[in-house]
């Protein structure tokens, strides 16, 4: 026996779409009013935003300030307090005096001599009027510049204390003292003595630094990068608690090294010729970072 199964019905047609209603003459209108009052007021805000923005940046210029420094000077401290600042210090070997030259973005309101200079025959200290200004934390930000004759620079030991902003050597010091919170140490020149104090910023050479004596940087969250020229440093100390330490040092040797990692996942690489004999040694290095790689190495 056949049996015959009924097809399934077929699925009927959706009816079809007509098109969307017409807008009435007065939906229109109320659609358009709607619109136009929307943009005058996106018009309007930006209108007003950029009429304040003008004003603020108009209470704003440009300033520069120069001061002679006395021959005479061994010591100089520059204190650019909670002001944004990079600090240049330079040897000129053409420079008949010492100074110090000032550029920064300054208010209208403030006086047009932003930098302090106090000084008497054996020290100076260089300071910038730290006015409150609501407008961007870095809105007041300058640069310093010292520029020394080669036989003031041999004799100075400098010391810079800054919030925030940069220090960078090019000069032949006797001694350089350096504390930042917030900003790059960059070293050059050459120094008998180097003290790097760092929070939140690198502390490297550009290319090279000579040291005689001691050479100490530390740092909490950055790198460490120092390369040595001529010959190393009786001393040197450094440290990082957030970074690597890279070290290279000139000359055979021998050197004793002290350097540890506490990074479980760091490394620690030393290639100079080592000693245990502090007597017999060129150098002591200690080198450590609490997170991250030490290396020491040679040139």
Known sequence: MTTLTTPPPVPSAPPPVGPAPALTTTQRTALRVTIIALAAVVVTAVVAALAALAVTISNFRVVTDSEALPPTIRSLVIDTGAVPAAVRIVTDPRAREPRVDLRMVNSTRAGSDPLTLNTDRAEARIAIDDEPTPFLRFSRAGEITVTLPEQVAARLSVTTRQQTGMVKTEARL?????????????????????????????????????????FSAHTVNADIQVTFDSAPPSAVDVSSRRGDVVVTVPGPGPFLVNADTGNTDGSTVVRVPRTSDRGEAVSVINARTDNGDVVIDGR
Request: no cysteine; aromatic share 0%; proline share 0%.
């Open 174 to 214: 006797d001694e350089l003292i350096a504390r930042v919170d917030d900003g790059a140490v960059l070293l050059g020149g050459s120094a008998r003595r180097v003290e790097i104090d760092n929070v939140n910023g690198e502390v490297r050479t550009d290319d090279s630094i000579a040291v005689s004596e001691e």
